[in-house]
């Protein structure tokens, strides 16, 4: 059982927007900044939105983030069939002085 | 450009020890944290350890405390986990990832992975 929660799965069809929901804590989501990861089957996760909603460069705009309280979203606008992969997302808590994943959120592009 | 090659991994039996290491290229090793997280076959990540830049803070999650020990030369641009007493739930790829943020250990913010090294604990 993952300290953040995801939903398992997510899907939508090309051109589509879908969100993916991080549900936590106050010591984690509640007190600091959430981060996302891509990760495309065999390889190593990719951060894909830093610090609640900011994005590395190289990373599309159709990628976006949101935090409030204690909850985080994930959003992909303009589906695309690259973007079938696993979504994670990740925090520091201060309760269990560590970092903590949410379960993963399998992608699938209809 | 910033390169992370971690080696070390293999089978080993429950009960023994490995050391896993992580060269480090391409940035100033020294003035970054840096973690340690896995993954086991089929499932999700899970972070396992971080050493602050300079060595002077570590954490470790529950399942590794007391097992497990990060650890850094920042002189040979190398980053470690010294894993004993392993167990079966231990196996996994184990990747190291550097912070975004010099200075910082702490924030989940991992901009450079290296490829993993699968870590098996089988009799």
């Known amino acids: 059982q993952s300290v953040l929660t995801q939903p398992p799965s997510a899907s939508g069809t090309p051109g589509q927007r879908v969100t993916i929901s991080c549900s936590g804590s106050?010591?984690?989501?509640?007190?600091?900044?959430v981060n996302w990861y891509q990760q495309l089957p065999g390889t190593a996760p990719k951060l894909l939105i830093y610090?609640?909603?900011q994005r590395p460069s190289g990373v599309p705009d159709r990628f976006s983030g949101s935090k409030s309280g204690t909850s985080a979203s994930l959003a992909i606008s303009g589906l695309q069939s690259e973007d079938e992969a696993d979504y994670y997302c990740?925090?520091?808590?201060?309760?269990?002085?560590?970092?903590?994943f949410g379960g993963g959120t399998k992608l699938t592009v209809l | 450009q910033v390169q992370l090659v971690e080696s070390g991994g293999g089978v080993v039996q429950p009960g023994r020890s490995l050391r896993l290491s992580c060269a480090a290229s391409?940035?100033?090793?020294?003035?970054?944290?840096m973690h340690w997280v896995r993954q086991a076959p089929g499932k999700g990540l899970e972070w396992v350890a971080v050493i602050s830049y300079d060595g002077s803070n570590k954490y470790y999650a529950d399942s590794v405390k007391g097992r497990f020990t990060i650890s850094r030369d920042n002189s040979k641009n190398t980053l470690y986990l010294q894993m004993n007493s392993l167990r079966a739930e231990d196996t996994a790829v184990y990747y190291c990832?550097?912070?975004?943020?010099?200075?910082?250990?702490?924030?989940?913010?991992?901009?450079?992975w290296g490829q993993g090294t699968l870590v098996t604990v089988s009799s």
């Open positions: 391409g940035f100033t090793f020294s003035s970054y944290g």
């Open positions: 990832a550097k912070i975004l943020t010099p200075g910082t250990f702490t924030p989940q913010q991992f901009d450079y």
């Open positions: 990740a925090a520091w808590d201060d309760s269990l002085n560590g970092g903590v």
């Open positions: 106050s010591s984690n989501i509640g007190s600091n900044t």
């Open positions: 610090s609640n909603n």
